[in-house]
């Protein structure tokens, strides 16, 4: 069956340092990849979008990768702030038009001073 | 620029009541989206809309109907409630490949 792992226990981070979370996938070969954020008691805000044949992508401190042959993705922030500390969603789309998303269930991030 | 709206905020019913969720988006975008979100579940979603006149059943469509009024609503109706459609709903909307764009949610209790 299809699935989308992230990993469910928080991630805390000192303030300065670079946070980074997976996104694993199975079943799925996605053409797209997509990075939201979701800040408690709000609606997830979008982030980023990278294709299949993209390696890398960067917006300002976040830069995500997406490995096809390892069915992952990685999201990075460098110089993590307080302000970075939410929940993380990973979504991807298998129909090739990266509208029909299926989400992972997020990452807490927790940057600590 | 308002971006996506949901009314209601928060909602109460009693099981086998109904009740119309409405969304609307200001941005012109031909794709809208209910999803719900349960704790430990992440995103589902519901009902999907590619473009005005269309509708398409997503991943839980058991116990909604939709109707795409035009191209800037897109509401999601519960015929009769049930306590199992107790979550937080989401719209959204999109365009193309700049990403989805959510709305605030409507926190839904079913007694």
């Known amino acids: 069956s299809q699935k989308i792992e992230q990993n469910s226990e928080a991630l805390n981070i000192q303030e300065g340092k670079t946070a980074t979370l997976t996104c694993n996938y199975t079943?799925?070969?996605?053409?797209?990849l997509q990075w939201y954020r979701q800040d408690p008691g709000r609606g997830p805000v979008f982030l980023l979008l990278?294709?299949?044949?993209?390696k890398e992508k960067r917006k300002e401190r976040l830069k995500v990768t997406f490995d096809t042959t390892l069915k992952q993705s990685l999201f990075h922030i460098t110089a993590s702030q307080p302000a970075d500390s939410a929940t993380y969603l990973c979504a991807l789309d298998n129909t090739g038009t990266a509208s029909k998303l299926t989400f992972g269930t997020g990452t807490r991030l927790q940057v600590t001073l | 620029n308002a971006g996506v709206t949901q009314t209601p905020k928060f909602q109460v019913l009693k099981t086998g009541q109904s009740m119309t969720l409405q969304c609307a988006q200001d941005m012109n975008h031909n794709s809208m989206y209910w999803y719900r979100q349960d704790p430990g579940m992440g995103l589902r979603l519901i009902y999907y809309s590619a473009s005005e006149g269309t509708t398409d059943k997503g991943e839980v469509p058991n116990g909604y109907n939709v109707s795409r009024l035009n191209k800037r609503e897109f509401s999601l109706r519960l015929e009769s409630a049930a306590p199992s459609q107790t979550s937080v709903y989401f719209c959204?909307?999109?365009?193309?490949?700049?990403?989805?764009?959510f709305g605030p949610g409507t926190r839904l209790t079913v007694l």
């Open positions: 079943n799925y070969s996605p053409a797209y």
């Open positions: 959204a909307s999109s365009e193309g490949l700049a990403g989805g764009h």
């Open positions: 990278i294709r299949e044949n993209e």
